[in-house]
C-alpha cells in the first residue's frame, strides 16, 4: 500500500526558505513518480513539482512554469523521502501542500511534457503540510 506523509511546513517571513518531505512506505522510489501539488484558499489545486528516478541514473524533474527557478525537488533514496525546497517564500506561496505517487517506470516521457502535473492518475496521496508565508 501506498503511503506517504509530508511534514516541514509551517509559518514563515516572505524571502525565507522552507524545505517540505515527503516521506514514503510501501513503495521503492525507484519504481515511481513522485510529484509535489498545492491548493491555496479558494483555489483549485495546482502541480508545483515532479520527478522519477533511478539509483545510478540521473533524475528527470519538471517544474511548472511559474514554479521554476525558486523550487527544487530531489530525492533521498536512503531516506525513502523526496524533498522540496522553496527559497524567496511570498505570500503566493501560502497554501497546503502534497505529495503523490503512481507507480510508473522510470522514464523521462511523463516527466519532460508535464503530464505528471496534468493528467497523471496518482496511487496514492498524503494529507498535505500548510504553508503559510506572513510577516
Known amino acids: 500500500q501506498v503511503q506517504l506523509v509530508e511534514s516541514g511546513g509551517g509559518l514563515v517571513k516572505p524571502g525565507d526558505t522552507l524545505r517540505l518531505s515527503c516521506g514514503v512506505s510501501?513503495?521503492?522510489?525507484?519504481?515511481?513518480?513522485v510529484a509535489w501539488f498545492r491548493q491555496a484558499p479558494g483555489k483549485e489545486r495546482e502541480g508545483v513539482s515532479c520527478?522519477?528516478?533511478?539509483?545510478?541514473?540521473?533524475?528527470?524533474?519538471y517544474y511548472r512554469d511559474s514554479m521554476k527557478g525558486r523550487f527544487t525537488i530531489s530525492r533521498d533514496n536512503a531516506k525513502s523521502t523526496i524533498h522540496l525546497q522553496i527559497d524567496s517564500l511570498n505570500a503566493e506561496d501560502t497554501a497546503v501542500y502534497y505529495c503523490?505517487?503512481?507507480?510508473?517506470?522510470?522514464?523521462?516521457?511523463?516527466?519532460?511534457?508535464?503530464?505528471?502535473?496534468?493528467?497523471?492518475?496518482?496511487?496514492?496521496w498524503g494529507q498535505g503540510t500548510q504553508v503559510t508565508v506572513s510577516s
Open positions: 520527478i522519477s528516478g533511478k539509483i545510478g541514473r540521473p533524475d528527470y524533474t
Open positions: 503523490a505517487a503512481k507507480r510508473a517506470p522510470y522514464s523521462g516521457a511523463a516527466i519532460l511534457t508535464g503530464i505528471c502535473l496534468t493528467e497523471m492518475k496518482y496511487d496514492g
Open positions: 510501501g513503495f521503492t522510489l525507484d519504481n515511481y513518480v
